[in-house]
């Protein structure tokens, strides 16, 4: 079976936004979702357990592209960052 994406040349189906609500970092956060994204209606177990395992990020700068609706740039962006460590420090 094959599915579609937001991304595919010809879609399933149509264009659905919704909102969802999620608690991320603690904070309950109001965002919208749309059909075809990976796990449109809340945070997966497997990005939650990797989300409760990994250290904060150093500094503020993310990447986080075709990840669904972003759980981890958003959960790693919201907290607070961590300070950088530098040979010159």
Do not use: N
């Amino acid at each position: 079976m094959e599915s579609s994406h937001y991304f595919s040349a010809q879609p399933a189906g149509p264009e659905t936004r919704r909102p969802l609500s999620v608690v991320l970092d603690g904070s309950r956060r109001q965002l919208v979702t749309a059909s075809g994204l990976f796990s449109p209606d809340g945070v997966d177990k497997g990005t939650a357990i990797l989300l409760d395992a990994v250290p904060g990020p150093e500094g503020r700068r993310l990447l986080d592209i075709g990840c669904g609706w972003g759980p981890i740039a958003l959960t790693l962006h919201c907290g607070p960052p961590t300070p950088r460590s530098s040979p010159w420090t």
